[in-house]
């Protein structure tokens, strides 16, 4: 263990999220990739990604997360997910499963993969296709059923929004009746391009807490045979979550470019140039980066956090979404009823009662390019 500074000892990365590819088939209006990816498209090589994985791993990380954009796309994965497994790595892919085939599933758990979290956008096949702006539902319901019949947990991943809240009933059936073992059900977090569409994303607080009965409904009747997460929606509350356990103590992210990221959403923050991993090892952007150290500890903190007696419970709350409402990423979390900046979040709650007319911005490579110059 190694200590930066005045700040508390620092821990190993546990989690690490390689996304491989910013390329995905879909469009998904709420994806959290950042809204500038096209600028970002040289992806690391397969030898990249083993070097990134071994220093990783020794350095104790032992949750992996492959994703992306599709980590399909990348005809590598079953080399990188055999690599992590010879390493003792725990994997999860978390994939959209559209082109996913019987064989390949296969392949990828004969690679040693541990576990797939397959996402379907809504429960009616309209809704779903035109939410992943492709034709994919039926093929999402058969790859999940083939999961399920190889031997792996079924994990079934819903992002929750105004589009499929009045669903939640659906939703649940729908997990039902695929034989799900865990069912995440994700209310939309605004980062990327969801924050680009919140007004078009975000339910109401009464949609809201009538999903929020529904799910935990379910959650009793479905004891002991289907584990429910509800995420809630931090908006919703009155202090800030704990975002990624506290920046720099626990989750790595690898953007698909090299780019290392305190969490997925970091990229957006207005930070000239992140460490990568072409350059540093994994343990001196970890240990001694400056954006890595730049908001470990409480030292960085203005109040009303620094003197909260909740800081080492939230540890400020989350930075991306401080600078995205705000503009200031030093700035006390606004979902934090503290903060002189609550009004933005209520303001936001006030405006999903009524919120203007604006079209779907779906997420694709065109619309990066035109929205951030890639
Ligand atoms: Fe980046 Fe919370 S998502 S700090």
């Not at 609550?342 to 779907?360: C, G, K, N, V, Y």
Request: with cysteine; charged share 25%; proline share 6%.
């Amino acid at each position: 263990m190694k200590t930066a500074g005045s700040k508390p000892p620092l821990s190993p990365p546990r989690w690490l999220l390689a996304e491989l590819t910013y390329r995905c088939p879909l469009q998904c209006p709420y994806c959290s990739n950042p809204v500038d990816f096209a600028r970002h498209e040289e992806e690391l090589s397969t030898e990249d990604w083993k070097r990134v994985l071994t220093q990783a791993r020794e350095m104790g990380a032992v949750q992996l997360g492959f994703s992306g954009g599709e980590p399909l796309t990348r005809r590598d994965l079953e080399e990188l997910v055999a690599h992590a497994r010879r390493l003792g790595y725990y994997s999860n892919l978390i994939t959209s499963g559209y082109g996913l085939t019987e064989a390949r599933i296969a392949a990828l758990k004969e690679a040693g993969l541990d576990h797939i979290q397959v996402s379907i956008q809504a429960p009616e096949k309209d809704l779903s296709d035109f939410l992943a702006g492709t034709e994919s539902f039926e093929h999402k319901k058969q790859v999940a059923r083939w999961v399920k019949e190889q031997g792996y947990p079924m994990v079934l991943c819903v992002v929750i929004h105004r589009h499929n809240i009045e669903q939640m009933e659906g939703i649940l059936e729908m997990a039902i009746e695929l034989g799900a073992d865990y069912l995440e059900l994700a209310n939309t977090q605004y980062y990327g391009w969801a924050h680009l569409n919140r007004v078009q994303l975000m339910p109401t607080r009464a949609q809201f807490e009538r999903a929020e009965a529904i799910a935990q409904s379910y959650k009793e009747k479905l004891k002991g045979k289907m584990k429910i997460y509800y995420v809630i929606p931090d908006f919703y509350e009155d202090r800030p979550k704990a975002c990624m356990n506290g920046w720099g103590t626990t989750f790595l992210t690898i953007a698909p470019d090299g780019a290392a990221l305190p969490c997925h959403s970091a990229r957006e923050l207005p930070i000239d140039e992140f460490p990568n991993v072409r350059q540093m090892s994994v343990r001196e952007i970890w240990e001694e980066s400056e954006i890595f150290n730049r908001f470990r500890g409480f030292d960085w903190m203005p109040e009303p956090c620094r003197s909260c007696d909740e800081k080492h419970k939230d540890y400020g709350g989350c930075r991306c979404q401080a600078y995205l409402l705000t503009g200031d990423m030093n700035a006390t979390d606004p979902v934090c009823a503290k903060s002189p900046n609550r009004r933005l979040i209520d303001q936001a709650i006030a405006e999903a009662d009524s919120p203007p007319e604006a079209p779907l911005i779906f997420r694709n490579l065109r619309a990066s390019r035109q929205l951030r110059g890639g």
